[in-house]
T-cell receptor
Framework: DGGITQSPKYLFRKEGQNVTLSCEQN?????MYWYRQDPGQGLRLIYY???????QKGDIAEGYSVSREKKESFPLTVTSAQKNPTAFYLC????????????FGPGTRLLVL | AQSVTQLDSHVSVSEGTPVLLRCNYS??????LFWYVQHPNKGLQLLLK??????LVKGINGFEAEFKKSETSFHLTKPSAHMSDAAEYFC?????????????FGKGTHLIIQP
């Protein structure tokens, strides 16, 4: 999985609740990304971060928030403002001279109760 | 602007027969192109990458892809399918030379292997 770990594997959210998905990496990746995957739609970029304490919105950032306080960690919070959070969430990283090739974690499946 | 089209949402082949997964792209620049594979409930694994060196790229697990600029295609092939190849395959294009927002993912092709 390119040195990227995600937890939990499955996560259940109640209405109105914020939940946080963990993404940790041990390969010194400079840049990290969060994607959302829905059936038949490929991957869509939520947020990305290229350095510590800085991050940028992707195509579908509404209802999500992130932080990058440490290089190794890039957690994603799914807020209550995200009305359709059920999806498979993938974290990825890349580093060094090759800023295009991304390596993915195993994913977290978020379900709404 | 860049885009990528995977021409088949599902492909079914018999074990031991060739595999062809089709991908067409559009890009304003000289693109980098990737194929990733995803097994059920898993992350994406890089199969191979084209970056303007050799047009025929060899990847892992016997897969290869050929970059054809005149046809704007980057089709993925394998001479003989194995049951373990059953998965979702994504074609990805990057023309930004780097940066997270430079990647565009296709919608995926589901490869089914018949015994």
């Amino acid at each position: 999985d390119g040195g990227i770990t995600q937890s939990p594997k499955y996560l259940f959210r109640k209405e109105g609740q914020n939940v946080t998905l963990s993404c940790e990496q041990n390969l010194n990746h400079d840049a990290m990304y969060w994607y959302r995957q829905d059936p038949g739609q490929g991957l869509r970029l939520i947020y990305y971060s290229q350095i510590v304490n800085d991050f940028q919105k992707g195509d579908i950032a509404e209802g999500y928030s992130v932080s990058r306080e440490k290089k190794e960690s890039f957690p994603l919070t799914v807020t209550s403002a995200q009305k359709n959070p059920t999806a498979f969430y993938l974290c990825a990283g890349c580093s060094g001279r090759d800023q295009e090739t991304q390596y993915f974690g195993p994913g977290t499946r978020l379900l709404v109760l | 602007a860049q885009s990528v089209t995977q021409l088949d949402s599902h492909v079914s082949v018999s074990e031991g027969t060739p595999v062809l997964l089709r991908c067409n792209y559009s890009s304003s620049y000289s693109p980098s192109l990737f194929w990733y594979v995803q097994h059920p409930n898993k992350g994406l694994q890089l199969l191979l990458k084209y970056t303007s060196a050799a047009t025929l790229v060899k990847g892992i697990n016997g897969f290869e892809a050929e970059f054809k600029k005149s046809e704007t295609s980057f089709h993925l092939t394998k001479p003989s399918a194995h049951m373990s190849d059953a998965a979702e395959y994504f074609c990805v294009v990057s023309d930004s030379g780097g940066g997270a927002d430079g990647l565009t993912f296709g919608k995926g092709t589901h490869l089914i292997i018949q015994p």
